[in-house]
């Protein structure tokens, strides 16, 4: 048995056993055992089965996702959305659940080939989807992002989205464009989003992010030049922000807070934090 998550395979829908998560619109279904049901029990449930995938692993044991149209109502159970797994509980079961809602999303929004209209079909031992017409695969998608701490000495550029919760400032981050690389897309979205200019780039470590389909890619700038001019409608407030007195940070497992963590602590001398996968 290899302890741990394992998300590799493919697995036979037709095997009988394993765990299973079930996944609607409002989340994860699950219960005070957390969102992994035996897999007989599951699908003996009333519950509108769209697709069921075969995800991986967990401590050797096969894990599913059943897709569902709609929630269901199960007794003793509620549905919680992916964040909330994020924010609290088990790492590991959080990182099966971020997964399963990349696989299920993707193979929902691949059922018909984007190049002819026909219907894909699930490639045998492979994590694709098929056109035979067109002899075209399509793999689950993943969107490179960079994310950036600025600092300027004691000071630290954050900003906040309207979308964030009230009060939270946090690193700048954006989506990497065809034809940037990361450093490329950092400069740019640093200009776009508060009009700064920065130097000395350091590629500092990467994150999975499934909301739906990011990949964190983090990284330090120092400041070079220009005054903090907030785009309109994108950025709320950006400020600089003294170390010793800091806003409302983002999520502690998030790739924005260790790189914050990381500068602080470098910083001030304290023990270096280590960042979730
Ligand atoms: N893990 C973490 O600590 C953090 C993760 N993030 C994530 O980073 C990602 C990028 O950050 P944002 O500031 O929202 O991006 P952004 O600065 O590029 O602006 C968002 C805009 O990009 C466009 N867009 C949406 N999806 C896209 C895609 N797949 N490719 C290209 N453009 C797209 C849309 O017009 C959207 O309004 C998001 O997924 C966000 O959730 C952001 C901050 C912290
Ligand atoms: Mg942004
Ligand atoms: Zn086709």
New binding site residues.
Partial sequence: MTPGWITTTLLDNDAPGGWAVARSREGFLHDTNGPLFPREWLKRQDLAVFAEHGIGHLDGEPVYLLELNAPAQVPGCSWQGLRGFMLQGDHTLYKVLGYAAQIGTWAREHRFCGSCGQAMVQVPRERAMYCQACDLRSYPRI?P?M?VLVTRGDDILLAR?PRFVTGVY??L???A?PGESAEDCLIR?VRE?VQVEVKNIQYMGS?C?P?PH?M?LGFHAEYASGDIVPQAD?IEDAQWFNIHELPPL?ASR????YLIDLYLARRLGHAEPVLPG
């Fill in positions: 969107s992002s994310i989205s946090s690193t981050a954006g989506f464009e979205e989003e994150q992010w909301f990011s964190m994108e983002p998030s790739i924005a807070r």
